[in-house]
């Protein structure tokens, strides 16, 4: 299936029956899952449980063995042209674990590049808007610093100030917080917090359970490679139904 879905399509993702594997390692059995536009999704679960596979495949960064991946109507994995999947990539923000900055561009000129060389943006113009959004992640006055010169809270927040200069409808976060001493995570939080709070559409992929209980519309429990579990914040936390959810849980609580 490809072309554009209806604006009318309350969609934004829909996985079915995705498979991924490893040689003979399955790391993704099956996968059946929507994501609502506005909807904010946690995924969480054990490590080595196929979260991270699982979100890369969203904008092909991992390629998969079998099912498909609807963005907007349109197959991800379908063939396609190594243009066209860059500019289906410039619509799916993804913030990465580690920072992925250019140590040797400031900080403004990271947030700019993307919309100028990818979309044809006017510098000044690119310049203009790298500014307000750096000041909506509370770094405006780090615009002319370079990332070494940055904490890695500052960073990341760097980081999803250039996702969202492409102007995207879906964020994705593979655990954003996990590179970062505990004193900084709390400043990524609060910026996916206002994030949430616009109504932007975010799959996250976190082990920040209190992240997941405040912001969350819903929270996929994954473990060996299967979505065990599907339920709002209040049913996850209170009264998980899989007994592997209730383990994991009675884990973290110690």
């Given at each position: 299936?490809?072309?554009?879905?209806?604006?009318?399509?309350?969609?934004?993702?829909?996985?079915?029956?995705?498979?991924?594997?490893?040689?003979?390692?399955?790391?993704?059995?099956?996968?059946?899952?929507?994501?609502?536009?506005?909807?904010?999704?946690?995924?969480?679960?054990?490590?080595?449980?196929?979260?991270?596979?699982l979100i890369r495949t969203i904008n092909r960064l991992e390629e998969i063995n079998s099912g498909s991946i609807l963005f907007d109507g349109q197959n991800i994995h379908a063939p396609m042209k190594t243009s066209a999947l860059n500019q289906l990539r410039s619509r799916i923000g993804f913030v990465f674990q580690s920072f992925n900055l250019f140590p040797h561009l400031s900080v403004v000129e990271n947030v700019s590049m993307s919309p100028i060389r990818v979309k044809g943006v006017p510098a000044h113009k690119a310049h203009d808007k790298a500014l307000l959004l750096l000041d909506r992640v509370g770094l405006a006055d780090k615009a002319f610093s370079y990332p070494g010169q940055l904490s890695g809270g500052q960073q990341q927040r760097?980081?999803?100030?250039?996702?969202?200069?492409?102007?995207?409808?879906?964020?994705?976060?593979?655990?954003?917080?996990?590179?970062?001493?505990?004193?900084?995570?709390?400043?990524?939080?609060?910026?996916?917090?206002?994030l949430a709070a616009e109504g932007m559409t975010m799959l996250c992929v976190t082990h920040e359970m209190g992240f997941a209980r405040d912001v969350a519309d819903r929270i996929w429990f994954i473990d060996a490679g299967r979505i065990l579990e599907m339920a709002t914040p209040e049913e996850f936390f209170s009264n998980p139904k899989h007994p592997r959810a209730q383990r994991f849980l009675a884990d973290l609580r110690h």
């Amino acid at each position: 299936m490809t072309g554009t879905a209806s604006p009318q399509d309350p969609t934004a993702i829909r996985i079915s029956n995705v498979s991924k594997t490893y040689g003979t390692y399955q790391v993704l059995k099956e996968i059946d899952a929507e994501v609502a536009r506005g909807e904010v999704v946690v995924v969480c679960g054990p490590s080595g449980s196929g979260k991270s596979t699982l979100i890369r495949t969203i904008n092909r960064l991992e390629e998969i063995n079998s099912g498909s991946i609807l963005f907007d109507g349109q197959n991800i994995h379908a063939p396609m042209k190594t243009s066209a999947l860059n500019q289906l990539r410039s619509r799916i923000g993804f913030v990465f674990q580690s920072f992925n900055l250019f140590p040797h561009l400031s900080v403004v000129e990271n947030v700019s590049m993307s919309p100028i060389r990818v979309k044809g943006v006017p510098a000044h113009k690119a310049h203009d808007k790298a500014l307000l959004l750096l000041d909506r992640v509370g770094l405006a006055d780090k615009a002319f610093s370079y990332p070494g010169q940055l904490s890695g809270g500052q960073q990341q927040r760097v980081a999803i100030a250039r996702a969202l200069a492409m102007e995207p409808p879906v964020m994705l976060f593979d655990e954003p917080t996990s590179a970062l001493d505990p004193e900084m995570v709390g400043e990524v939080l609060a910026v996916m917090k206002s994030l949430a709070a616009e109504g932007m559409t975010m799959l996250c992929v976190t082990h920040e359970m209190g992240f997941a209980r405040d912001v969350a519309d819903r929270i996929w429990f994954i473990d060996a490679g299967r979505i065990l579990e599907m339920a709002t914040p209040e049913e996850f936390f209170s009264n998980p139904k899989h007994p592997r959810a209730q383990r994991f849980l009675a884990d973290l609580r110690h």
